[in-house]
């Protein structure tokens, strides 16, 4: 039998009348919301502990006898401490980035009751204490390495001196290094303090305050040195005999700033080592940080992140 042309239409509209023209789409699980970053018990410590030494500078502003440059000081360092706390409070303190992380309580300013020296000591030693244990803790390099910086920030806050400057030079993700190759550079490091601290003593006169302060350095710039060296697996290189020099080093405020030079130069060799970490980790950090000293004692300002490069 046969169908007409009209009959076919006719049953074509009226199954179509219960056809849904809407296009199905499987559907998609909702997107997972972002994770709340969550800052570590180190980071947390560690910025209450800069956040206090950030108060006790400010309530020195009102300190019985201040001397004259604190103002200008306290300025300098609360700008550097201030990059630490908000490395501290970013979401990756390495990366750096907007922070994310609120800042603990704490008392307004007031002038210190135990003295200006005494209390500015106090909360130096205790953001140091506190940064070099986030350190120790850290596992990744480059966060090791920004916590022993600002531990070094912090220790050259300890009294009023040289203030801060801002550096080239910031924290960043960096690939990994090793024990092994980073001693041969901090070694020659001291090896370029040791035969710059001897051009100097050369060529200062014999009354002038500066030669006992670098005789007294290259002592423990020898020792230093001999450590390093013992350390390195192997035969140790053989120590160059001369190194090109900072600068001219013709008077005494030129030795002053070579030496200043070095002594940075010799922080930094050792920020290698506390990145790269290993079982002397705890030994490399004490020997950067301390570092700190001898730069200060040459009259050198600290970058606001020593250690980097």
Not at 13 to 40: M, R, Y
Not at 70 to 76: E, S
Not at 168 to 197: C, D, K, N
Request: hydrophobic share 45%; aromatic share 4%; proline share 10%.
């Amino acid at each position: 039998m046969r169908c007409g042309r009209r009959a076919v239409l006719a049953a074509l509209l009226v199954a179509g009348c219960g056809l849904d023209p809407t296009i199905s789409q499987p559907s998609l699980p909702a997107p997972e919301p972002d994770p709340t970053p969550s800052q570590t018990a180190e980071a947390a410590e560690a910025a209450a502990a800069v956040a206090g030494l950030v108060a006790a500078i400010e309530a020195g502003r009102s300190a019985e006898g201040a001397p004259a440059t604190y103002p200008a000081w306290a300025d300098a360092a609360v700008t550097a401490l201030g990059a630490v706390l908000d490395r501290l409070r970013a979401a990756d303190p390495v990366a750096g980035g907007e922070p994310v992380f609120d800042l603990p309580p704490h008392s307004p300013a007031t002038p210190p009751p135990a003295g200006l020296e005494e209390s500015l000591a106090a909360a130096s030693t205790a953001a140091e204490t506190s940064l070099r244990r986030a350190a120790l803790a850290a596992q990744a390099q480059p966060l090791r390495l920004l916590y022993a910086s600002a531990a070094c920030t912090s220790r050259g806050l300890t009294t009023v001196g040289a203030a801060p400057v801002e550096g080239e030079a910031e924290p960043r993700h960096f690939q990994g290094t090793t024990v092994a190759a980073s001693l041969p550079i901090a070694l020659s490091h001291s090896w370029a303090l040791i035969y710059g601290l001897g051009v100097g003593i050369g060529r200062l006169d014999g009354d002038d305050p500066l030669r006992d302060l670098g005789t007294a350095r290259l002592a423990t710039a020898k020792e230093l040195r001999n450590e390093l060296r013992n350390a390195l697996p192997g035969v140790a290189p053989v120590q160059p005999a001369t190194f090109e020099l900072p600068t001219a080093m013709t008077t005494s405020e030129e030795i002053r700033a070579g030496w200043g030079a070095l002594e940075l130069g010799l922080l930094e060799g050792l920020g290698r080592l506390v990145a790269a970490g290993g079982p002397g980790r705890e030994r490399w950090l004490e020997l950067m940080v301390g570092a700190a000293d001898s730069v200060g004692a040459m009259g050198r300002p600290l970058p606001h992140w020593p250690g980097w490069v």
